[in-house]
């Protein structure tokens, strides 16, 4: 009897396990949209508290609400810190009594402060412009901040008026209007504002030292957009009311901080002369004799954000290295470098403690969504403070991911993540989805992106290949693809797509390709050189280099990836442009493009389409209203998602694909409908 029992009970626990195996469903776009998204996380200077923000999709008003919750860093019950007039640029004073962040108020953005205790936030800074950045002085007693400068009552006067003409390149001008930024001092108790530099001048970062007397910034004299280069680094002495210049090169240096003991500070830089093609390098510089040198070279990966230890003689950093995230440690001294997180997946260190004992940091990883932990840096014991989306490991049905390795035309080994349906016994070829990632220097990384669980969901294999020219691998790999877009890149994703083939994953009848930004680049430019796909999705793209030059975001093609000038070198131009083969697209081709993406004009895929159109060739364009060259608007990311999922179902399946309805655009329908 006993064992009759203990068999019945067997067998239901079983039953019961596949009833809610069953229950799963797989994952829909509208899931990716509903998920709540945390981050922004600030710990407290003792480390017992962590700030941080939530991002919660409103439907109604086609936008995410984001409001500001502290949690205790021992993990506990999240409390709602800050009110419904929010905030942003949140920082804690030095001695942890104050918070300030930015807040909108008549239209301008100001600082507000408020007791880390509790209490209502009060307005600081009543600045006539909109404030940019702010800093902390370390005795908590003072605010620096960047802002634009005013105009004048009579320039006001006369811009109202409609004299808004814009002088391209000329003065603070870029492509767009700029106005000259200085540096300012609030004085908490006086509430009184003072200017440290008046100059003629765009300021970028800054940072306090020590003792307060000294800032460092970068900063330059014009504003043409593919210039940074230019920005140099200043050291102001606020006694002697003194500024020096300390580097000259051609070499955008960004992200200074003093190092605690004010005798030198470190800074990101890709070279000490020219601007490189190289990942991120830290350097550290005595601004006394403007000796400086290279303290990272030992770290074979990119570097994404650092700290100083109290003592000054150790960096802190969150580094990539090929799909994964971790925190390291470098001796100043030395350079040696200590890894000091040994996670599977995209660790980033958010914040620290005072002392640097703790850190908050975000993780994720292909199958874990994105959420918030504690730890010490000297001994990993991860904290979980957040579970923002418990439903998706209850009602979601996930792909399977790994990261696959093969090898290129040139014998140059390539890396890439593959995803698999959920459930895939691997009995049957499935189509695939080849994604192309952006930059040219992107990456895929072992991090959620509700994307590629969509596509699993509807039965689709996913392969994202780390291209030579991806960020994560090291200098040369960075470098792989020089004076080359479409050559060696171009290999390496369809020998990515044959390896895969040949592991009898995939049925290569049965393929398509997307990408956005350079993905969307490099997806049209493979339809130009074969057929193999049945489908094709690309957004943000150029078609044409000559004819981008000057409109967008394109210094790094000038001196890196076809190089020079179209006049110089007019024939490299042609020779890498996707519009000179256009002949060659046979491929069903879906485009999308914002209409206000200043990175890759719109104009560039208007021009690939209309041309696809003249031939009377397959192709579809979309244009989103308002949008930059990342989406913002929900409405416009679901069209977007859903009509790349139609695109691929029609031609690469063979089928009128339905798509979900949203719970709230049926009930409007109904509504209409009665």
């Given amino acids: 009897m006993r064992k009759r029992l203990l068999l019945v009970a067997i067998l239901l626990l079983f039953i019961i396990n596949g009833v809610y195996a069953v229950e799963k469903r797989p994952m829909t776009v509208d899931d990716g949209l509903n998920m709540v998204r945390v981050g922004n996380a600030v710990m407290s200077p003792d480390g017992k508290w962590v700030l941080f ?41 030095p001695d942890g009594k104050y918070l300030a962040f930015l807040r909108k108020k008549d239209k301008k953005s100001q600082i507000f402060v408020m007791r880390t205790s509790g209490g209502e ?76 530099t008046d100059e003629k001048i765009i300021i970028k970062d800054f940072d306090i030292s020590s003792d307060g007397m000294k800032i460092i910034f970068t900063a330059r004299y014009e504003n043409r957009r593919n210039q940074e280069y230019l920005s140099e680094i200043y050291l102001f002495n606020l006694e002697k009311k003194e500024k020096i210049r300390l580097t000259e ?60 230890t109290p003592d000054s003689k150790y960096i802190l950093f969150t580094g990539l290295v090929r799909t994964n995230s971790n925190l390291y440690k470098i001796n100043v001294l030395t350079g040696e470098v200590i890894q000091l997180t040994h996670v599977k997946g995209s660790l980033f ?72 349906p959920p459930n895939y016994n691997g009995k049957k070829k499935l189509p695939l989805i080849l994604h192309v990632h952006g930059g040219p220097a992107g990456v895929f990384t072992n991090s959620f992106s509700y994307r590629y669980h969509v596509w699993a969901g509807l039965g689709y294999a996913s392969l994202c290949p780390n291209v030579r020219g991806s960020t994560g691998y090291g200098d040369e790999f960075l470098r792989g693809n020089m004076y080359d877009i479409g050559g060696g890149d171009y290999w390496d994703l369809m020998t990515g797509v044959d390896y895969v083939i040949k592991m009898g994953y995939v049925d290569p009848e049965r393929m398509g390709i997307r990408g956005w930004s350079y993905g969307g680049i490099l997806g ?148 209409k409908e009665k």
């Avoid at 000297?378 to 090898?407: G, H, Q, S, Y």
């Fill in 249 to 308: 090169n051609k070499a955008p240096e960004r992200y200074l901080q003093w190092a605690p003991n004010g005798k030198f500070f470190a800074y990101i830089a890709p070279d000490d002369k020219k601007w490189e093609l190289r990942q991120n390098k830290i350097w550290v510089m005595n601004p006394e004799t403007k000796e400086y040198r290279l303290i990272s070279s030992k770290f074979n990966g990119q570097i994404r954000n650092y700290v100083w």
């Fill in 53 to 93: 923000s939530k991002s919660e999709l409103d439907w109604s008003k086609n936008k995410r609400k984001v409001t500001y919750y502290m949690i205790p860093a021992e993990g506990g019950e999240e409390f709602q810190y800050i009110g419904e007039a929010g905030g942003k640029s949140f920082r804690f004073s």
């Fill in 524 to 671: 049209a430019w493979t339809i130009t050189q074969t057929n193999r796909f049945k489908a094709a999705s690309l957004g943000a793209l150029v078609a044409l280099w000559i004819s981008e030059y000057g409109a967008g975001f394109n210094y790094d093609v000038r001196l890196w990836y076809i190089g020079g000038t179209p006049w110089d070198n007019s024939e490299g131009y042609t020779k890498r442009s996707v519009f000179t083969y256009v002949k060659n697209i046979n491929t069903p081709t879906l485009i999308m493009h914002g209409e206000k993406d200043r990175t890759c004009t719109e104009h560039q895929s208007m021009l690939l389409f209309t041309a696809l159109k003249d031939m009377g060739k397959t192709v579809r364009y979309i244009r989103f209203p308002r949008e930059p060259h990342g989406f913002r608007e929900p409405r416009h990311q679901r069209t977007r998602d859903i009509e790349e999922i139609k695109w691929m179902q029609k031609y690469v399946m063979g089928i009128d694909w339905k798509p979900w309805e949203r719970k709230e655009d049926k009930k409007d329908k109904d509504k």
């Fill in 349 to 420: 260190a958010s914040s620290f403690s005072k002392d640097r004992r703790k850190m908050v940091y975000l993780f994720s990883d292909f199958d874990t969504p994105p959420d918030l932990y504690v730890s010490s840096t000297e001994k990993f014991e991860p904290i979980r403070l957040t579970n923002a989306n418990p439903w998706i490991e209850k009602e979601i049905l996930l792909a399977k991911a790994e990261v696959i390795r093969w090898k290129s035309k040139d014998g140059l080994e390539i890396e890439g993540i593959l995803y698999l």
């Fill in 121 to 196: 936030a009060v307005q600081l800074t009543k600045h006539k412009t909109s404030i940019i950045s702010f800093k902390w002085s370390p005795d908590s007693t003072k605010i620096f901040f960047l802002a634009p400068d005013a105009r004048t009552k009579e320039e006001e006067e006369k811009y109202k008026a409609g004299y808004d003409a814009l002088f391209v390149d000329e003065g603070p001008n870029g492509q767009v209007e700029g106005h000259w930024q200085n540096l300012w001092m609030e004085d908490l108790k006086s509430k009184k504002e003072r200017k440290i």
